[in-house]
């Protein structure tokens, strides 16, 4: 049944607040046919990773979806049959007065982060009371198991994966302006904060002994390489290790960067999720907390994604990402043992992906939920 939604979105920092939240609205649109309005305060985070969003007007409509700019004051407007508050953004006072005005409640839903941990399960779809008013919204967490929410993934995407060949490869590197694939090349993508160790990386890859292609899209963290090299130039190299910079991408164009390269290092949250549907060995580079709260997190993923590999193998994994992530320094003969571990990875990969895709998709959850309450 099509049901109006609206979603909130506040964009703390970078692309991940908006990345997932876009995901979620072409999806609820285009495969569920509901109807959605995205509230966004930050259309030029937006603008990033879906160019045709102008970042100047009130209300536009982008692939079916409504989206209107959330103003620090918000003018009222008539509450949808579900809402979506993202991360905890908290919804404008005048919404939530309206929603009280309502005779059938709507279904409030607190999208939270995603998290391997294992009290995920426990909290996942609790109802939670207002404190003062008679409304309550449910908590829905994401997640890798049963019993959570699931991850946001398209009805087409892994079939779109799989038929991305060597001629749909060619397509793609063409579009983008990148060079064509080199036999021994090893080519890796580069999207992570600015805390983790990339001039330590770039030392290990130029001493190579195989051409390295890094390909990392535009950021802080490029910037901080060429000014490392010096350099002004989008193409630099440095012995075996060419860096290509190149302009951020349109978001399922990234997921084709993804899907043409060997190993790829993601950060936060979509981007983390996408690499694993790209199933090519992937670094991860988590979003970092206060006190530290990050590492349970990363812990708790490796302890899910690593129990059926070989223990050479969730060994290597696992020091390359903690020292990725800057428990220890990284070091050649690190990075070259996890490289090692490239195609046991990529089929381990896959059988993860299968594994995912025994739960129902983030999306599906979020509306069967949404249509047993209403
Ligand atoms: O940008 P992020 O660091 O976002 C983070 C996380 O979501 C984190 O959990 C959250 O607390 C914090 O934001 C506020 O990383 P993430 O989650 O990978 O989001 C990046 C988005 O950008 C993702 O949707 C993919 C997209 N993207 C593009 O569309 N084009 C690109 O070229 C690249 C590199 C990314």
Known sequence: MQRRW?????VVDNFGDIGVCWRLARQLTHEHHQSVRLWIDDLASFACITPTVDPNIQYQVIHGVEIGRWQEVFIAVEPAEVVIEAFACELPEVYVAALLQKIKQPVWINLEYLSAEPWVTQYHAL???????????TFFFPGFVQGTGGLLRERDLIGQREAFGMAVEHAFLQRQDLPERNSDEIRI??????T????????????STVPVLL???????????????????????????TVQVIPFMEQTDYDRLLWSCDVNFVRGEDS???AQWGMNPFVWNIYPQTESAHWK??????ELYTVDMSMEMAAAVREMWHCWNGRSEVNSAIWMNFLSFRKPLAYHNKNWVKQLLKQNDLTSSLVQFAENRL
Do not use: W
């Open 6 to 10: 609206d979603i909130f979105c506040r």
């Open 127 to 137: 109802p939670s009371p207002h404190p003062r008013l008679s409304l309550t919204k």
């Open 189 to 194: 993508s580069l999207f992570c904060y600015d």
């Open 196 to 207: 983790a160790p990339v001039e330590k990386l770039i030392q290990i890859l130029s001493e």
């Open 215 to 241: 390909v990392v899209p535009k950021g802080k963290v490029a910037e901080s390489i060429m000014a490392f090299f010096a350099c002004e130039s989008a193409l630099m190299t440095h012995g075996q290790l």
């Open 272 to 274: 983390f999720v996408r």
């Open 297 to 302: 997190k990363l812990d708790a993923f490796l």
